[in-house]
Structure formats: structure tokens, C-alpha cells
């Protein structure tokens, strides 16, 4: 069974870059579609961007499109999120999340806290 287990997260300045990693273990990982999602204090999570099995199809959220850009390592069992142009409405704690249609299994990651101070 997979879990995913993530890191990258961090305190940065308004306009720097931070990449977030998201391993999974086990031996299904290429069979997850997997997505980014985050939660700001006060407010609902919400998603930030999703890849297909292949990484062939992605989505983004409006807020965070020409900025942020997910992809997928499936021999390596790792998803990503590159961030750029950081701004302080980014500021939350980020989750990867995957998804395994035939079965209807979905894996949470524990969380990871970006700040983006001003």
C-alpha cells in the first residue's frame, strides 16, 4: 500500500521559489493520480494542481497558473510542486494528495507549512 510522506516546505520572501516533494512508498504509486492542495488559516482547503497517471494531463488553479508547475517522477515514486513568484496570499500548509480510480483509495500526505513573508 502506498503512503506519501512529504517535505519542502519553509519560510521564503515575497518572489522567491520553493519546490514541495511528495514520495510515496510501495510499488502502485504510477497508478495514483496525484494533486496539491492547501489550506490557509480561517479558510476551506482548496485545490492547487493535479497530474494524471502518465503526467500527460495537468490542472491548475486560477490563482496559481503561469506560476506553479506540478509534475511527476513515477520511477522514483515522487510528485512535485515547483513554486514561483511567491506572494503572501500563497501562504499555507500544502498537501499532496492521490487518488487510485480503479480501487477509489485516496492517500493523504501529513501537510507541510509555506510562509511567504512581505
Known amino acids: 500500500q502506498v503512503q506519501m510522506v512529504q517535505s519542502g516546505g519553509g519560510l521564503v520572501h515575497t518572489g522567491d521559489s520553493l519546490t514541495l516533494s511528495c514520495a510515496g512508498s510501495?510499488?502502485?504509486?504510477?497508478?495514483?493520480?496525484m494533486g496539491w492542495f492547501r489550506q490557509a488559516p480561517g479558510k476551506e482547503r482548496e485545490v492547487v494542481a493535479a497530474i494524471s497517471w502518465n503526467g500527460a494531463n495537468t490542472y491548475y488553479a486560477d490563482s496559481v497558473k503561469g506560476r506553479f508547475t506540478i509534475s511527476r517522477d513515477n520511477a522514483r515514486n515522487t510528485v512535485y510542486l515547483q513554486m514561483s513568484s511567491l506572494k503572501p496570499e500563497d501562504t499555507a500548509v500544502y498537501y499532496c494528495?492521490?487518488?487510485?480510480?480503479?480501487?477509489?483509495?485516496?492517500?493523504w500526505g501529513q501537510g507541510t507549512l509555506v510562509t511567504v513573508s512581505s
Open positions: 494528495r492521490g487518488y487510485r480510480v480503479d480501487l477509489n483509495r485516496e492517500v
Open positions: 510501495g510499488r502502485t504509486f504510477s497508478r495514483y493520480v
